[in-house]
């Protein structure tokens, strides 16, 4: 299990790669949501997510990464080992499932990844990526249950407690739930009595239902939030999250959607689907956060052309 002392030491290695990222309140917004937020730009991350902490520590934690790796991701967890196994000189290959989001493909390929494109489902991707590590003598690398993906996501979480130890509740995007996962443990250590509440989309909520019902269940994904966009949940984020998470929202795409809209109108940032999904699940609850001193997480910033289309289109698009 990762703690305190884990997350410390990913920070000592992230430290020599990259910066950490900035955090800032902007009024406009706060007026928006009727609560003083501070939101964390993953977004300005070198692969344009927050995901890349974990990958670099658990690549550079890797005692046999020179046989390579295999991993399987809608988007940012590939672009996270991808741009991992670029930087320690890793061979690296990708499974994606079926109809993956085009720019997410191109980022990974430029990185020097293989992508495989295989299965319909990410339930299905994954059986497809065991096989390629089979054949290709790789380590597979999960998207969630790794040890070292939750300490690295961890200092995503120090740094914003560093700064603004004040904060009332730490709202956190949910796909695989590293992040959550992540957050509950440094607030526990840091700041006890800040809140940490996960957003998932209504639209596939394993991980939500999963922590509700404290059993792994399988939904199915009718999101368009490819971010979000996980049929199952993992064992090592829940774990963590039903002893620690405060609560668990769900929103609609189209609250998604508006909230992408307000991030870009009002706090001057392209945040993908998953990115501005904190948000939405601060307006969905505005009456439980007015007034309070909020961090959100704009996870990701890497929309696709057609989440872009829609994006700067007419309202109801």
């Known amino acids: 299990m990762t703690d305190m002392r884990d997350i410390l030491q990913a920070a000592s290695l992230l430290a020599r790669h990259i910066p950490p990222t900035p955090m800032w309140s902007y009024p406009v917004l706060n007026a928006a949501a009727g609560a003083e937020l501070w939101v964390k730009h993953e977004n300005t991350q070198p692969i344009g997510a927050f995901k890349v902490r974990g990958g ?60 495989v494109i295989g299965g319909a489902t990410m339930v299905e991707a994954a059986d497809v990526a065991r096989e390629e590590a089979d054949r290709l003598g790789r380590r597979l690398i999960s ?47 840091l700041a006890p009595g800040c809140q940490v509440i996960g957003v998932q989309s209504a639209a596939a909520p394993a991980a939500h239902d999963s922590w509700r019902l404290g059993e ?34 769900l ?39 007015a007034g309070r001193k909020v961090a959100i997480v704009v996870s990701g910033g890497n929309a696709g052309p057609a989440e872009l289309a829609a994006l700067m289109g007419p309202q109801d698009a």
């Open 143 to 189: 998207p969630a249950d790794e040890p070292e993906i939750i300490a690295g996501v961890g200092t995503l979480y120090l740094e914003i407690l560093l700064q603004r130890p004040d904060l009332d509740a730490i709202v956190v995007p949910v796909g695989s739930g590293t992040g959550a996962a992540a957050a509950c443990l440094v607030a526990r250590a």
């Open 56 to 115: 670099i520590t658990l690549l550079a934690a890797l005692p046999d990464r020179s046989r390579g790796v295999v991993a399987y991701s809608t988007g940012n967890h590939a672009q996270s080992i991808a741009y991992a196994a670029r930087l320690f000189g890793t061979p690296c290959a990708i499974v994606m499932p079926e109809n993956p989001n085009p720019s997410k493909v191109a980022a990974v390929e430029a990185l020097g990844a293989t992508v």
């Open 251 to 289: 929103v609609t795409d189209e609250e998604i959607r508006a909230a992408q809209r307000l991030m870009l109108t009002h706090a001057h940032t392209l945040a993908e689907g998953a990115g501005a999904a904190a948000l939405a699940g601060v307006l969905n609850r505005r009456e439980e956060f």
């Open 216 to 249: 792994m269940v399988l939904r199915p994904m009718k999101t368009r939030v490819d971010g979000l966009a996980t049929g199952s949940a993992y064992a090592l984020p829940q774990q963590v999250m039903r002893d620690l998470l405060t609560d668990f929202l």
